[in-house]
Structures are given as structure tokens and as C-alpha cells.
């Protein structure tokens, strides 16, 4: 089977924002407590925080953190997670019915985002509290001093300000699900108010409103019209989520999913575009797409967990094991996110350690690397300049998701310094090798660099504590450059990314 290619220098869709390649905690399961934070590991550092899971973060150059939720920050007063310890209070969390002991909060997250070397993308209450929070909580992080809530967190032992940039109002707003649930033109009119009470503290605050929580909710898209009609000029960013699942057992329909995601990114566009127009606005709303990842492994154990009205602490909550078919999913997402890169600004994996995350810990134990760790460190280690439109012909099926899907899934990058020319590719095919065949226009001078490959005969194949490498990348030599084309074989259902010097 072939695959043909067409790739110029000069026919660029958009600059990636780096922000595309960010993160997310919330307060859910082991994510903070066994996550990032477990005093007394045999790696943690003063402030308790996992060392060997700082240097998992540090690799992945997250540029951004989304925290504390999430369905949490809908109920969550952020003043809990201030002040000494021991005077914190201990608080039912309604949203995953756990307890949460309020150990770690924004001073100690802000101080966990240096160690990690990545921004805090903090989320407001507009759930159970509101304006009068939401300011009071921008006032403690960001002020220098002289004022109540500044002094404040200066008291508690946090001289400097936070100095964060990027705010989210509220979470999943359109939930019926989430605690403070509202209406869209409620949760817009709110929304809006708060937009201006925090730009009236900083006109240079980014600010991200709720879009839908998935494609399939009701709502959808007039939710996204309703709100931006009453936000639109006090915004920056209209968020989305999604989760991918494949609990039918069909890896092509599960791969064709991502079909879905480039509707749903083209369908808010469309409903930016109309609302820009009738407000006759010279901005343009980004998308940030802050919550997304495959998730349904851990379902029933959650289910499980959840049934029994324990009311736990940090209990073993969203802990899927992902397996290599996860690794084709989560590469055709980001492949996906590359090519949209002119609408989609902002992105978050959800999330980051242990929930629903690429890197695993055992309390006491070991972190590793889970399948899906891999695509998401390549993406965002070589996916960072300028992405390129790509002109495909390649095979095609068709399934219940979608018709004429391609075997072929791929986004190419090129580098700030228009130095290297990086193809991220995924064959879908369950037994065919794919012969890709590129036309590098307008790179006279490229060479092969490196192609890396993600393969294995077992689809649920997965990566453990003790065996932590049975899914890896390896390095292979198949892929050259002849008369201005790059070619490559890919094996079935494979990933791999080929680097070229340009």
C-alpha cells in the first residue's frame, strides 16, 4: 500500500503555540497525594514532592499546568489550601466523593510548577461561589503587597507574587453533572462579570471561558453561541474537552475517532466566526482544548470504588492502564492538534501523573513511563514551530465513526529556526505496511536526521512498574531522501516519527 504526500516551506497552516503541549492536576485520586506529593518517599525532597516524578514532568517540557480541576474546582474554596497545615481544614469533595485533606493548595502547586519547570494555569469556582472568589483568589496570587489578601500570602511565606497569566472561569459549566451548574446565558452573563472584575486588576490576564464538555451533550454547539454572545469581548479562550474510548473492542472505529475531534474543532471555529461577525469584533477567541485523553480502562474499578460510600482519601480513582493501541489514539489526537494549530492555542492532557495520566507511581515504589507517554514526549519535544499543510492521498475505510477514513494520519512541523522538518505519522492499518512517498517541496537540502518507531503484536501490550520499557520507541534506518522525496516504510498499526535536516 502507498501513501502519497505532499509538503511545501511555504504553505503553512499556523505558529504552534507551545501551550499546546500543556498539562493538568486536579485534586482527584492519587494525582496530588501519591502523584506529585508523597513526603517520605525515598525521593522526595523537602517539600515532599516525588523527585523521580519531577524528572518524568521536566522531560515532558509541559509548558503549562491546569489546576486544581476539574469537576473539583466546582465545589473547592481555594482559601482551604492555605495558611499552616494544621490548621487546614479537612473537606468532602462532592464531585469524586473522597475526602481532601487540603495539604497541598496553590502556594505549594505554584512552588511544585518551578521544580517542574512549567506555568500554573489556575481555574476559579463559578460553581458554588463567584465573582467576589474569584478576585479575591487573583488578588492573593498576584499582588506584590500592601493589601489584605497579598499580605496575606506573604504571611503565609510566599513573598513574591505568583504573577499568573492564564485563568479558567469555571469548569464544565454546561454539566448537569457539575455542582453550581448554570445555563449558558447564566454561566455567559457570569462569566463575563468576573472577566471584567479580574481585567480591571490586570488588563493582561488570558482568560478561558466553558465550552462543552464533549461533543455529544445536548447543548451543543448553541451552548458555545450563548456564551460567547455575552463574553465574547471580555475573553481570550473558549475551552473544550474530550475523551476517547474503546470499549466496542474496534481498533479502526476507535482510531477513526479523531475524525470526530477535527468536526468538533471545526464546528466551534464556525461558531466563533459567526459570533465575531455579529459583533463586528477585530478579535479572534482561541480554542483551548484543556481537558483530553483516552479514558474508560478504569471505569468499572471506579465504579467499584465509588459504590462503596467510603468517602476515601486519594483513593486508586481514573488509574487507566494505557496499552499500545492507546499510543495510535494518542498520536492521531496530537496529529490532529498540530494540524488545527490555527484554531486549537491551548492544550491539556488529563492529566498528568497517575489519573487518567502518562506517568504512573506506586505509593513507596517507582514512577514509569505509561505507552502514551511517548507520542505526547515527541510531540512536544519536536512539534514546536510552524505546522505545514500536508496534501495526502492514502487509502481509505469506512466504519460506524466515519466513511473514507485514511489509513494515513499525519502532521508535519517545521522548526522556528526553519531548520528541521519533523513528520509524525500513524498507520492504522491492522496489516499492511504503508509506503509513504513525500514530496518535499521547497527543501532542496534535506537529509535524514532520525526515525523513530512504535510498534508491537500485542495491542494490549502495556508498560508496569516491573516491566516499565515492554512499550518503547526504538530507532530505526529505513526511511531516505531520493530525488527531493522522502520515503519510508511503516509497518501496521505503527508510530513513528522521522526528523529530517533542512
Same mark, same amino acid.
Given at each position: 500500500?502507498?501513501?502519497?504526500?505532499?509538503?511545501?516551506?511555504?504553505?503553512?497552516? /499556523?505558529?504552534?503555540?507551545? $501551550? +499546546?503541549?500543556?498539562?493538568?492536576? *486536579?485534586?482527584? =485520586?492519587?494525582?496530588?497525594? %501519591?502523584?506529585?506529593?508523597?513526603?517520605?518517599?525515598?525521593?522526595?525532597?523537602?517539600?515532599?514532592?516525588?523527585?523521580?516524578?519531577?524528572?518524568?514532568?521536566?522531560?515532558?517540557?509541559?509548558?503549562?499546568?491546569?489546576?486544581?480541576?476539574?469537576?473539583?474546582?466546582?465545589?473547592?474554596?481555594?482559601?482551604?489550601?492555605?495558611?499552616?497545615?494544621?490548621?487546614?481544614?479537612?473537606?468532602?469533595?462532592?464531585?469524586?466523593?473522597?475526602?481532601?485533606?487540603?495539604?497541598?493548595?496553590?502556594?505549594?502547586?505554584?512552588?511544585?510548577?518551578?521544580?517542574?519547570?512549567?506555568?500554573?494555569?489556575?481555574?476559579?469556582?463559578?460553581?458554588?461561589?463567584?465573582?467576589?472568589?474569584?478576585?479575591?483568589?487573583?488578588?492573593?496570587?498576584?499582588?506584590?503587597?500592601?493589601?489584605?489578601?497579598?499580605?496575606?500570602?506573604?504571611?503565609?511565606?510566599?513573598? /513574591?507574587?505568583?504573577?499568573? $497569566? +492564564?485563568?479558567?472561569?469555571?469548569? *464544565?459549566?454546561? =454539566?448537569?453533572?457539575?455542582? %453550581?451548574?448554570?445555563?449558558?446565558?447564566?454561566?455567559?452573563?457570569?462569566?463575563?462579570?468576573?472577566?471584567?472584575?479580574?481585567?480591571?486588576?490586570?488588563?493582561?490576564?488570558?482568560?478561558?471561558?466553558?465550552?462543552?464538555?464533549?461533543?455529544?451533550?445536548?447543548?451543543?454547539?448553541?451552548?458555545?453561541?450563548?456564551?460567547?454572545?455575552?463574553?465574547?469581548?471580555?475573553?481570550?479562550?473558549?475551552?473544550?474537552?474530550?475523551?476517547?474510548?474503546?470499549?466496542?473492542?474496534?481498533?479502526?472505529?476507535?482510531?477513526?475517532?479523531?475524525?470526530?475531534?477535527?468536526?468538533?474543532?471545526?464546528?466551534?471555529?464556525?461558531?466563533?466566526?459567526?459570533?465575531?461577525?455579529?459583533?463586528?469584533?477585530?478579535?479572534?477567541?482561541?480554542?483551548?482544548?484543556?481537558?483530553?485523553?483516552?479514558?474508560?480502562?478504569?471505569?468499572?474499578?471506579?465504579?467499584?470504588?465509588?459504590?462503596?460510600?467510603?468517602?476515601?482519601?486519594?483513593?486508586?480513582?481514573?488509574?487507566?492502564?494505557?496499552?499500545?493501541?492507546?499510543?495510535?489514539?494518542?498520536?492521531?489526537?496530537?496529529?490532529?492538534?498540530?494540524?488545527?494549530?490555527?484554531?486549537?492555542?491551548?492544550?491539556?492532557?488529563?492529566?498528568?501523573?497517575?489519573?487518567?495520566?502518562?506517568?504512573?507511581?506506586?505509593?513507596?515504589?517507582?514512577?514509569?513511563?505509561?505507552?502514551?507517554?511517548?507520542?505526547?514526549?515527541?510531540?512536544?519535544?519536536?512539534?514546536?514551530?510552524?505546522?505545514?499543510?500536508?496534501?495526502?492521498?492514502?487509502?481509505?475505510?469506512?466504519?460506524?465513526?466515519?466513511?473514507?477514513?485514511?489509513?494515513?494520519?499525519?502532521?508535519?512541523?517545521?522548526?522556528?529556526?526553519?531548520?528541521?522538518?519533523t513528520f509524525f505519522v500513524v498507520n492504522r492499518h491492522p496489516q499492511n505496511a504503508l509506503d509513504l512517498d513525500a514530496r518535499l517541496d521547497g527543501f532542496a537540502n534535506a537529509r535524514v536526521l532520525e526515525q523513530v518507531e512504535m510498534t508491537h503484536p500485542d495491542l494490549e501490550a502495556v508498560n508496569t512498574a516491573r516491566q516499565p520499557e515492554t512499550v518503547a520507541p526504538i530507532r530505526v534506518e529505513n526511511a531516505k531522501?531520493?530525488?527531493?522525496?522522502?520515503?519510508?516504510?511503516?509497518?501496521?498499526?505503527?508510530?513513528?516519527?522521522?526528523?529530517?535536516?533542512?
Amino acid at each position: 500500500m502507498k501513501a502519497d504526500v505532499v509538503v511545501h516551506r511555504d504553505f503553512r497552516v /499556523a505558529s504552534i503555540d507551545p $501551550r +499546546l503541549y500543556s498539562s493538568f492536576l *486536579e485534586h482527584l =485520586g492519587r494525582a496530588v497525594y %501519591g502523584g506529585i506529593y508523597e513526603p517520605g518517599h525515598p525521593t522526595a525532597d523537602a517539600d515532599g514532592f516525588r523527585q523521580d516524578v519531577i524528572d518524568l514532568v521536566k522531560q515532558l517540557d509541559t509548558p503549562y499546568c491546569r489546576y486544581p480541576g476539574g469537576n473539583f474546582v466546582s465545589a473547592y474554596d481555594w482559601q482551604d489550601g492555605i495558611g499552616p497545615r494544621s490548621e487546614r481544614p479537612v473537606r468532602l469533595d462532592l464531585a469524586w466523593r473522597t475526602r481532601e485533606s487540603n495539604q497541598i493548595g496553590v502556594n505549594e502547586f505554584v512552588d511544585w510548577c518551578k521544580k517542574a519547570k512549567t506555568e500554573p494555569m489556575l481555574a476559579v469556582n463559578l460553581g458554588s461561589r463567584g465573582l467576589d472568589s474569584a478576585r479575591n483568589f487573583l488578588e492573593y496570587c498576584n499582588h506584590p503587597g500592601g493589601t489584605y489578601w497579598s499580605d496575606l500570602r506573604r504571611k503565609h511565606g510566599w513573598e /513574591a507574587p505568583h504573577n499568573v $497569566r +492564564l485563568w479558567c472561569l469555571g469548569n *464544565e459549566m454546561d =454539566g448537569p453533572w457539575q455542582v %453550581g451548574h448554570k445555563s449558558a446565558q447564566e454561566y455567559g452573563r457570569l462569566a463575563d462579570e468576573t472577566a471584567k472584575a479580574m481585567r480591571n486588576f490586570d488588563r493582561s490576564l488570558e482568560l478561558v471561558v466553558c465550552g462543552s464538555s464533549h461533543s455529544d451533550m445536548q447543548t451543543y454547539p448553541d451552548w458555545e453561541a450563548q456564551v460567547l454572545n455575552e463574553c465574547y469581548d471580555s475573553a481570550d479562550y473558549i475551552s473544550l474537552h474530550m475523551y476517547f474510548a474503546n470499549r466496542e473492542k474496534n481498533t479502526l472505529n476507535y482510531l477513526a475517532r479523531t475524525t470526530k475531534l477535527d468536526r468538533y474543532i471545526t464546528t466551534i471555529g464556525g461558531v466563533i466566526d459567526y459570533i465575531k461577525a455579529k459583533k463586528r469584533s477585530k478579535k479572534t477567541i482561541g480554542i483551548s482544548f484543556d481537558e483530553w485523553n483516552v479514558w474508560y480502562h478504569s471505569n468499572q474499578q471506579d465504579k467499584d470504588i465509588l459504590a462503596k460510600n467510603e468517602w476515601p482519601d486519594a483513593p486508586h480513582l481514573l488509574e487507566d492502564v494505557y496499552n499500545f493501541e492507546d499510543v495510535l489514539q494518542v498520536g492521531g489526537i496530537l496529529n490532529t492538534f498540530i494540524r488545527r494549530s490555527d484554531r486549537v492555542r491551548i492544550a491539556c492532557i488529563a492529566q498528568l501523573v497517575n489519573v487518567i495520566a502518562p506517568i504512573m507511581t506506586e505509593n513507596g515504589g517507582p514512577a514509569w513511563r505509561q505507552t502514551i507517554y511517548y507520542p505526547f514526549y515527541f510531540a512536544s519535544k519536536y512539534g514546536r514551530g510552524s505546522a505545514l499543510q500536508l496534501i495526502a492521498d492514502a487509502p481509505t475505510y469506512d466504519c460506524d465513526e466515519a466513511d473514507d477514513v485514511p489509513y494515513l494520519d499525519a502532521s508535519a512541523v517545521l522548526s522556528d529556526d526553519s531548520q528541521m522538518l519533523t513528520f509524525f505519522v500513524v498507520n492504522r492499518h491492522p496489516q499492511n505496511a504503508l509506503d509513504l512517498d513525500a514530496r518535499l517541496d521547497g527543501f532542496a537540502n534535506a537529509r535524514v536526521l532520525e526515525q523513530v518507531e512504535m510498534t508491537h503484536p500485542d495491542l494490549e501490550a502495556v508498560n508496569t512498574a516491573r516491566q516499565p520499557e515492554t512499550v518503547a520507541p526504538i530507532r530505526v534506518e529505513n526511511a531516505k531522501i531520493e530525488d527531493g522525496r522522502l520515503r519510508a516504510s511503516l509497518k501496521p498499526q505503527s508510530y513513528s516519527v522521522i526528523r529530517l535536516s533542512v
